[in-house]
């Protein structure tokens, strides 16, 4: 089977990279022909035969080339255009959307139709949620400024983006992701798509907002690239690892790290919010890990946190950290309860509430062999591996 990955960014930046890196390679060992399409870039690491990618686009910096960027967000001729060049070239049987809108922008969808009219051959078009884009136009569900969780774009009433500035405090931007939102919705050009892949139950409950999508949604939870035969002794810290950035909740652990001077933490990535973790005597910020140096912080943490004030879809952190067995902390905010065991793998506290966060923070510092019984049973918990989440992905495909 040929695959084409479609996903904005070609090299790593977030989860949807990770997933398409993963199993794109995954599906290449289990003897299936994969290319990717997206934008060009330098740190660029995938890619495709004809060598045709978009010219890349960055939302935070200057030049002439953006005062063009309103209007291609909306709809590019360019990506129509380059992705033709890798359909008449590779001929794939399913062409798998991930995160394209913006950059790339849905307008390709409709070269993919195009495409499969000419050759007169069925091609499965599948999209992987890993936001609530086609929901909400910031795709995080929540005012940027205010840290606000917010619902009011369902059912297609986007003009609360205008209204709360919800793209980059932007009014102009905002008006145009509202105007994005608003055609392809009103051009019903989601309902080109086979299949949705939803990671997370929640996921699936937001989207089935839009009757369009509804019936084309399947729910299947991400998977884990890590064994349980990784082992580690544990050590005396409490982690997080991840963008320090406000919607991931950092700010509320910050101060609650304040709050206990006692306990030792580590911090693993980095983002805006790095000078704050800087300045505490009880943080040790271990900067932007990854392989075994990033698996040996996670296995060896007494904990780990997710304190997310938005609602998250399905985080490869907290699979990855009690896979590695180390239970996880996080607040009640979207896909993530679904994925930790109460009071055995973890503890989902409710959102937001910095009291429930610290104390529970405490209860893994204080109570050492109570936290080893969360840490075995975790090891005992069981994700889907890569190879198995792929067999699944693989009948969405032949469906």
């Known amino acids: 089977m040929k695959i084409l990955m479609v996903n904005k960014f070609l090299y790593p930046n977030g989860g949807s990279e990770t997933y398409i890196f993963d199993v794109g390679n995954q599906l290449l060992e289990m003897g299936h022909k994969i290319e990717y399409f997206g934008m060009n870039h330098k740190d660029r690491i995938v890619g495709n035969r004809m060598e045709s990618y978009t010219e890349s686009m960055d939302f935070h910096q200057g030049g002439l080339q953006k005062l063009f960027y309103p209007f291609k967000i909306i709809y590019s001729v360019e990506a129509r255009k380059k992705i033709r060049k890798v359909l008449e070239d590779f001929q794939p049987d399913v062409v798998h959307f991930n995160n394209i809108n913006f950059q790339l922008t849905p307008s390709i969808i409709y070269e993919v139709k195009k495409w499969e009219r000419k050759r007169k051959h069925p091609v499965k078009l599948i999209y992987t949620a890993h936001d609530y884009q086609w929901v909400c136009p910031n795709h995080l569900m929540m005012i940027p400024a205010s840290g606000t969780v917010c619902f009011a774009c369902k059912g297609s009433n986007y003009k609360a983006c205008v209204k709360n500035r919800c793209i980059h405090n932007s009014l102009v931007k905002s008006l145009f992701a509202s105007l994005e939102g608003y055609l392809y919705h009103?051009?019903?050009?989601?309902?080109?798509?086979?299949?949705?892949?939803?990671?997370?139950?929640?996921?699936?409950?937001?989207?089935?907002?839009?009757?369009?999508?509804?019936?084309?949604?399947?729910?299947?939870?991400?998977?884990?690239?890590?064994?349980?035969?990784?082992?580690?002794?544990?050590?005396?810290?409490?982690?997080?690892?991840?963008?320090?950035?406000?919607?991931?909740?950092?700010?509320?652990?910050?101060?609650?790290?304040?709050?206990?001077?006692?306990?030792?933490?580590?911090?693993?990535?980095?983002?805006?919010?790095?000078?704050?973790?800087?300045?505490?005597?009880?943080?040790?910020?271990?900067?932007?890990?990854?392989?075994?140096?990033?698996?040996?912080?996670?296995?060896?943490?007494?904990?780990?946190?997710?304190?997310?004030?938005?609602?998250?879809?399905?985080?490869?952190?907290?699979?990855?950290?009690?896979?590695?067995?180390?239970?996880?902390?996080?607040?009640?905010?979207?896909?993530?309860?679904?994925?930790?065991?109460?009071?055995?793998?973890?503890?989902?506290?409710?959102?937001?509430?910095?009291?429930?966060?610290?104390?529970?923070?405490?209860?893994?510092?204080?109570?050492?062999?109570?936290?080893?019984?969360?840490?075995?049973?975790?090891?005992?918990?069981?994700?889907?591996?890569?190879?198995?989440?792929?067999?699944?992905?693989?009948?969405?495909?032949?469906?």
């Open 186 to 399: 009103r051009l019903k050009t989601y309902q080109l798509i086979d299949h949705i892949i939803c990671p997370s139950y929640f996921m699936e409950k937001m989207l089935s907002t839009d009757p369009i999508l509804k019936p084309k949604l399947i729910t299947c939870h991400n998977y884990c690239n890590l064994s349980s035969r990784y082992s580690y002794e544990k050590k005396d810290y409490i982690l997080y690892f991840g963008r320090y950035a406000k919607e991931k909740g950092v700010e509320i652990l910050l101060e609650t790290c304040k709050e206990l001077p006692q306990v030792s933490f580590v911090f693993a990535g980095g983002g805006p919010l790095e000078e704050e973790v800087e300045k505490l005597s009880n943080v040790v910020n271990m900067g932007f890990l990854k392989g075994e140096e990033l698996r040996k912080v996670i296995g060896e943490a007494r904990v780990s946190i997710l304190p997310s004030i938005c609602n998250e879809n399905c985080p490869f952190t907290v699979i990855e950290s009690q896979v590695l067995g180390t239970p996880v902390i996080s607040f009640a905010m979207g896909g993530i309860p679904e994925l930790i065991t109460e009071e055995k793998t973890g503890m989902v506290v409710e959102a937001g509430n910095k009291l429930k966060l610290k104390q529970a923070i405490q209860f893994f510092w204080e109570q050492k062999e109570e936290a080893e019984v969360y840490s075995k049973n975790c090891k005992e918990k069981k994700f889907d591996s890569l190879e198995e989440y792929c067999e699944k992905i693989l009948k969405i495909y032949q469906d």
